[in-house]
């Protein structure tokens, strides 16, 4: 893949953290091979399961169950690139290089239909309106480097991405990220994005495709990859094995599952299309055993989605993780807490690309306001990421024996020239003393996201494509929808 420059202040962390050690990784990968080989793996599409035949696989057709031998798997690894970019739509300054040799880049959560208002007791179904709203905010956010869909419940289910698509290729230029449904939908993003996107600015999307625990890779998800990678869409491979319901409830086992169906996946990609851009991206939940929900807010979590990136550069592969995640059904001290929680140690296990942001309750709902808090705490990861720069300006030697016992170091030139980049400032703490936040009515970081949120969607939205290309998405947008009112996937 053609590799780009990446954002100086995302490049070569100075901060990262293991979970695992090389041999508990081995470990994992030995029982996750020996899993594919001898349990084996559902696969509900036809071709898939051809396609591994013809390659090797021990195919019960009947069942729909495939073994899949090591040495595929070792093949599909050796092919699946280290590096690939996402490229925005004409500024090379929001192209992403996610793999080794990349950047750290941060998205929203991907393919939501429900919306929690500000200061909302409740939910509602994201509208179109929502949608424009999301694309606009997290355009204008600086620490969201790829924007994510938000599926709009008004028109037919069968074409939310591809409104959602529609939607953010008017909105913003950023890269852009949708959840897979079928490979029929993946046809028709392609055709959204090459209306918009010149040939050689792509891929603009990638999507994530999901194997359903345990050991099932559904008809529709399967499909999606498959067709994606004919495409040249990236595609993140993704398991979401719920611990104690759909895997082992140990974090070991627990990994050992998800890695083998995110293998699995991986290998149908790259025998269908070798070199198809694939990333790593194991989003792990836990079932709670008191309240039986799939939970995102275990501080187990994180452990976790960190030894999935440990695992993912293990194989040489670019990663992901589900970044930001809580269960809280409101932008709140829980939701601040378990996000932070829950996205820290992967994000500094080296993910190439974080989630998560402005989602809650359990990933099964977005807020604008909890989307502007968690473009701060991603600001803060990659402020801590980057470390302490050393070197004879910053130890600041002879300044410090220039102002000596009892100066001051405020009106100095080099406070002056370093105050702002040697601090991240946060758009949403509270940085007043008691009296002074009185007096501006007490606001909390709620209040404080709402106002970031009114003051970007108060200004007049900007389009990103002409009216031409408008009515041209409108064109392919109504087509799509005709085509995909007749088809049925299967399970």
Not at 128 to 133: G, K, L, P, Q, T
Not at 276 to 291: C, E, L, N, Q
């Amino acid at each position: 893949m053609t590799r780009h420059p990446v954002h100086e202040s995302l490049a070569v962390p100075r901060v990262r953290v293991s979970v695992l050690q090389t041999g508990e990784i081995e470990r994992i990968d030995d029982l996750s091979l020996d899993i594919l080989a001898e349990t084996g793996i559902i696969v509900h599409y036809p071709p898939a399961r051809d396609l591994l035949r013809r390659h090797g696989a021990d195919v019960d057709h009947t069942r729909q169950l495939v073994r899949i031998p090591r040495m595929l798997v070792g093949q599909a690894l050796a092919t699946a690139p280290r590096s690939f970019t996402l490229y925005s739509q004409t500024n090379s300054n929001r192209d992403c290089l996610l793999g080794f040799g990349g950047g750290y880049y941060a998205r929203p959560a991907s393919g939501l239909p429900w919306i929690v208002d500000a200061r909302a007791k409740g939910r509602r179904p994201v509208t179109s309106s929502d949608s424009i709203n999301w694309s606009r905010l997290a355009h204008a956010l600086p620490n969201i480097h790829v924007v994510s869909a938000a599926y709009d419940q008004e028109g037919s289910p069968k074409a939310m991405e591809l409104r959602s698509v529609a939607t953010m290729l008017r909105y913003t230029d950023k890269p852009l990220m949708v959840s897979a449904v079928n490979g029929e939908g993946m046809r028709w993003i392609q055709r959204l994005v090459d209306v918009v996107q010149p040939p050689d600015r792509q891929p603009r999307v990638m999507v994530l495709s999901s194997v359903n625990s345990p050991l099932i890779y559904g008809y529709g998800q399967c499909e999606a990859a498959m067709v994606s990678a004919e495409l040249g869409i990236p595609v993140a491979v993704n398991s979401s094995a719920v611990a104690g319901a759909s895997a082992p409830v140990t974090l070991a086992g627990d990994l050992a599952l998800m890695n083998a169906e995110m293998l699995a996946a991986l290998t149908i990609i790259q025998l269908h299309a070798p070199g198809a851009p694939v990333i790593y991206a194991g989003h792990p939940v836990i079932m709670d055993m008191r309240t039986t929900i799939a939970s995102f807010g275990f501080a187990e979590i994180g452990l976790l989605a960190a030894a999935c990136i440990d695992i993912g550069r293990y194989y040489g592969l670019p990663t992901g993780s589900d970044g930001l995640t809580t269960d809280s059904c409101l932008p709140d001290a829980n939701a601040a807490l378990e996000k932070w929680a829950s996205g820290y140690l992967p994000f500094l296990a080296g993910a190439s690309i974080s989630g998560g942001a402005g989602a809650l309750a359990s990933q099964g709902a977005i807020s604008l306001e909890q989307l502007v808090i968690d473009d701060d705490i991603f600001g803060r990861f990659f402020r801590q990421m980057h470390g302490i720069e050393l070197n004879d300006e910053t130890l600041a030697s002879r300044l410090i024996q220039q102002v000596g016992p009892a100066g001051t170091y405020l009106a100095e030139d080099h406070t002056r020239i370093h105050c702002r980049s040697e601090y991240y400032y946060s758009p949403v703490a509270n940085r007043l003393g008691a009296a002074s936040w009185e007096a501006m009515g007490s606001p909390d970081a709620v209040d404080r996201a709402a106002a970031r949120v009114q003051s970007v969607l108060a200004q007049p939205a900007k389009w990103f494509v002409t009216e031409e290309q408008s009515r041209e998405l409108e064109r392919v947008l109504a087509r799509a929808e005709e085509t995909l009112a007749d088809i049925e996937v299967p399970i």
